[in-house]
């Protein structure tokens, strides 16, 4: 999707030649003299059939005066970032099935506020991605350009160029989630993260194998690979954007590219869901690719630990002890636990590169689903200033979290007989003492820990890859490029 910016009121709107026309009415919208959209929409409301609270829409063919044949009008409410994301989910499936080539969209009324911009672009960018990888007759959505216009165009120019990047990884990120597992393997997303690493410039990455990661004495995540035909990957990719000696955030994604939940299986219904086991790995691709389009002056790690878990004559069994990279022992009580585990040796692995904080990614626990369903992706963090940099970076870009507890007492469950720690606890709190598990492995690197089992993806008629956290990990990793460099330094 092509994206473009142009300085336009909605006046000039209605006489611009597009092959379709949205505009965005907000509640405090007044109809200006003389000018044929606000005209159009102010008798629209009038007679009844349109409404300016989010969620409403009209759509009109050759409506008088307007030089785009499709007119399309969407009540953004108080035009808050939320509300415009609502009033464009609400034309989501007509925006995909609409004729036109290209849209132009505007806010009605005079003086518009340009902090739509953002939100706007966005949530058209989200509504006009259409999975197509494995189809064998595509049928991708015709609209191939869209040009937003605003009066105040030199004021929404960087907030426009930020989401349109941000949108990019949003989208990398869906389309790689979305790919079944026999058409994104452990192999194939390690091609995915070389093929965003350029030649030269910033971005590089470097991709380590089974070999490898026996070396590195990975022994919890080598566990959950055993039992698949597929190798496993380690994936490295570094964006340095700063100085060498500014401390990189690092980012974390849980990979596993199929759970079936191993010797311990998973109940048939609903399967094929396990695809998105890797939605974590798919965001930390996503953030990257946007971030080698804005280039900040950051550095970040973006470390993957990819692999399958299935059961087979050669898997890890309940019982087992395995030694991690840490040198933990962890005796494997569940192998459906199976993400802290390849997450262990990758929060050890990451310690390395003496990061000033690391935020793992993971589709981690069912509990966390059911304790915040798809609306919050859940937080733990025992490190109070970073846990409210990822509240507030969730807050600005409409793709939020929820902090959860941390009380060393949720560890009690995770004691062993047999080996330093087990990998499950009881039932209760099960997303806790997950979270309990990873912070087993981090020492005294900040760390934060985002479980989007309940985000990442939707179930049902609407199924597929929602791209979150991506927009959250972006707004908190470019609000780090603007702090003060004392925050910044490497840690001794
Ligand atoms: N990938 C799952 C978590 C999951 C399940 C996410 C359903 C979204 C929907 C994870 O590997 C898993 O199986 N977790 C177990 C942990 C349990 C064995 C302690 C779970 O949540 O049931
Ligand atoms: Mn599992
Ligand atoms: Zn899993």
Not at 27 to 47: M, V
Not at 180 to 201: D, I, S, Y
Request: aromatic share 6%; proline share 6%; charged share 20%.
């Amino acid at each position: 999707m092509d994206f473009q910016l142009v300085k336009l009121d909605a006046g000039q709107a209605a006489c611009t030649q597009a092959d379709a026309l949205l505009a965005l009415a907000p509640a405090r919208f007044k109809a200006a003299a003389g000018d044929a959209l606000s005209e159009l929409i102010a008798s629209a409301i009038k007679g009844e059939h349109f409404k300016t609270e989010a969620g409403a829409t009209l759509s009109m063919y050759l409506p008088p005066r307007i030089a785009a044949p499709r007119v399309l009008l969407a009540g953004i409410g108080d035009g808050s970032a939320a509300q415009v994301r609502k009033a464009i989910d609400a034309l989501g499936a007509e925006l995909r099935r609409l004729p036109s080539k290209n849209l132009l969209v505007c806010v009605a009324g005079e003086q518009e506020p340009e902090n739509w911009v953002g939100p706007a672009t966005r949530a058209l960018a989200q509504a006009c991605y259409s999975y197509q990888a494995t189809k064998s007759k595509p049928q991708p959505v015709k609209l191939g350009k869209i040009v937003l216009g605003t009066a105040h165009e030199a004021a929404a120019k960087p907030v426009f160029a930020r989401a349109k990047a941000a949108a990019a990884g949003v989208r990398l990120a869906r389309e790689w989630a979305n790919r079944p597992a026999n058409h994104a393997t452990p192999a194939m997303l390690a091609e995915a993260a070389r093929a965003l690493a350029g030649k030269k410039g910033p971005l590089t990455c470097q991709v380590l194998g089974p070999k490898e990661v026996a070396k590195l004495g990975m022994g919890a995540f080598q566990a959950v690979a055993q039992g698949s035909a597929q190798e496993l990957r380690l994936i490295v990719l570094r964006y340095e954007g700063a100085p060498k000696s500014q401390a990189p955030v690092a980012l974390i994604g849980k990979g596993i590219t199929f759970d079936a939940g191993g010797i311990s299986l998973k109940p048939g219904p609903e399967m094929d869901e396990m695809k998105f086991d890797m939605s974590g790995a798919a965001s930390v691709l996503g953030v990257f690719h946007t971030l080698g389009q804005l280039r900040p002056k950051i550095n970040v790690v973006g470390l993957i630990a990819a692999c399958e878990n299935l059961p087979d004559g050669r898997a890890v069994k309940p019982g087992d002890v395995v030694t991690s990279m840490s040198g933990q022992t962890i005796e494997i009580l569940n192998t459906d636990a199976e993400g802290r585990l390849i997450l262990c040796d990758a929060l050890t692995y990451a310690r390395r590169f003496k990061p000033r904080a690391m935020v793992d990614i993971a589709t981690l626990t069912g509990a966390c689903m059911i304790a915040l369903g798809g609306v919050r992706s859940g937080l733990f963090s025992a490190d109070d200033a970073l846990a409210r940099a990822l509240e507030q970076a969730g807050d600005a870009a409409d793709d939020p979290c929820w902090r959860m507890p941390l009380d060393e007492d949720y560890a009690q469950g995770l004691k062993s007989n047999f080996a330093d720690i087990a990998n499950v606890a009881g039932r209760p709190a099960g997303s806790v003492t997950a979270a309990k598990f990873l912070q087993k492995f981090v020492g005294d690197t900040p760390w934060a820990h985002l479980d989007i089992a309940g985000t990442a993806w939707l179930g049902g008629a609407a199924k597929g890859a929602t791209g979150r956290p991506v927009a959250l990990l972006l707004e908190y990793l470019l609000g780090q490029a603007g702090a003060p460099a004392s925050q910044r330094k490497r840690r001794a």
